[in-house]
């Protein structure tokens, strides 16, 4: 009785072992961001609408305030300098709003993984 015990046992725990390796494969196989997302929020951020990434992301608090209060603060800074400079600024601006659009989307299609 106590040899049946122990193979029942071990077979039961290499199934479970086996079973437990191939679903963290499984999830570890899961993408990190929504790609829609993050094409669709970096070309509407390339035209000055930050936040839409978050939206589709089902991220609709951080998408609102990107959207309505951080993109236009933003991108009045930044214009304002690249108005004041008389167009050098320009040279440094553009890479940086290329730089934050690309962040932003990228943030905004992340994924939670709770």
């Known amino acids: 009785m106590k040899e049946k015990n122990e193979r029942i046992y071990e077979a039961g725990y290499d199934d479970g072992y086996h079973d437990a390796a191939s679903s963290f494969v ?3 196989a899961q993408p990190t961001r929504n790609n829609t997302a993050f094409i669709i929020g970096l070309i509407a951020g390339l035209f000055g609408i ?3 990434a978050h939206i589709l992301n089902d991220k609709l608090g951080m998408g609102c305030l990107w959207f309505l209060i951080v993109g236009p603060a933003i ?4 214009v304002g300098i690249i108005i004041a400079t008389g167009g050098l600024a320009a040279i440094v601006i553009l890479p940086l709003w290329l730089y934050i659009v ?3 989307a990228s943030n905004g299609a992340a994924r939670n993984l709770t």
């Open 50 to 52: 930050w936040g839409l």
């Open 26 to 28: 499984a999830m570890s």
């Open 102 to 104: 690309y962040k932003q």
């Open 75 to 78: 991108a009045g800074v930044l």
